[in-house]
């Protein structure tokens, strides 16, 4: 079935840090390739998404590249700010048949001023 | 506009009572879901209407389990004889059609004691 692993947290960086949120997934076919973010009493917000091999997904500052070849999707941002403080969740979406995503367990970040 | 919105907040339930858990989506949405999320996990899919029927409830843990939308708007997860192993914070999210991008709710912590 499919999987998504993702580095397990807190991850505690000093502002304007650099940030990378290690991904990796199991799939059958070509899944899409979610970020999402969920900052503390609010729900899930997409953050950033890749449909093919070799796309980049940016928004806010953070990037991911879909790597076919090593099954990845790493989050990266160049410089962290306090408000980026939340929980980062990796997912997919099979291309077929039940487009029902798969989630990762989630990796916060704690950004320290 | 206004988001996806779940009522309670928070419910405290006793061991072997019946619950029920409210979502309101985006108005125009026709796609709903709903996912539980335990401690530490990423969330994970109970059931999907697609309008007013149930298109897929391949992911409800047991019978004791069941939604409804009636008027292909708001949704009730209901679940019955609770128990402790229910208690999570239930997700709900919408989108414009299956496949859609999906916008979630804040969601609703159940405490079974």
């Known amino acids: 079935g499919n999987s998504v692993t993702q580095m397990e947290g807190p991850v505690t960086l000093s502002e304007e840090a650099f940030l990378t949120i290690n991904c990796t997934y199991t799939?059958?076919?070509?899944?899409?390739l979610f970020w999402y973010v969920q900052y503390p009493g609010e729900g899930l917000q997409l953050l950033l998404k890749?449909?093919?091999?070799?796309d980049k997904g940016s928004n806010k500052g953070f990037e991911a590249t879909y790597r076919k070849e090593t099954t990845s999707f790493h989050l990266e941002k160049g410089s962290v700010q306090v408000s980026d403080s939340a929980v980062y969740f990796c997912?997919?979406?099979?291309?077929?048949?039940?487009?029902?995503?798969?989630f990762g367990r989630g990796t916060s970040l704690i950004v320290h001023p | 506009g206004a988001g996806v919105s779940q009522t309670p907040s928070n419910k405290v339930t006793e061991k072997g009572k019946y619950v029920e858990l409210r979502c309101d989506p985006i108005s125009g949405h026709t796609a709903l879901y709903w996912y539980r999320q335990s401690l530490g996990q990423g969330p994970e899919f109970l059931i999907y209407?697609?309008?007013?029927?149930?298109?897929?409830d391949s992911g409800l843990p047991n019978d004791r389990f069941f939604a409804v939308r009636p008027e292909g708007s708001v949704s009730t997860l209901k679940i019955q004889r609770t128990e402790r192993g229910d208690s999570a914070v239930y997700l709900c999210?919408?989108?414009?059609?299956?496949?859609?991008?999906?916008?979630f709710g804040p969601g609703t912590r159940l405490t079974v004691t």
């Open positions: 209407f697609q309008g007013t029927g149930a298109a897929d």
């Open positions: 799939a059958t076919g070509y899944p899409s």
């Open positions: 997912a997919l979406r099979p291309s077929g048949g039940s487009y029902i995503p798969t």
């Open positions: 890749a449909t093919k091999a070799d």
């Open positions: 999210a919408s989108s414009t059609d299956w496949g859609g991008e999906q916008y």
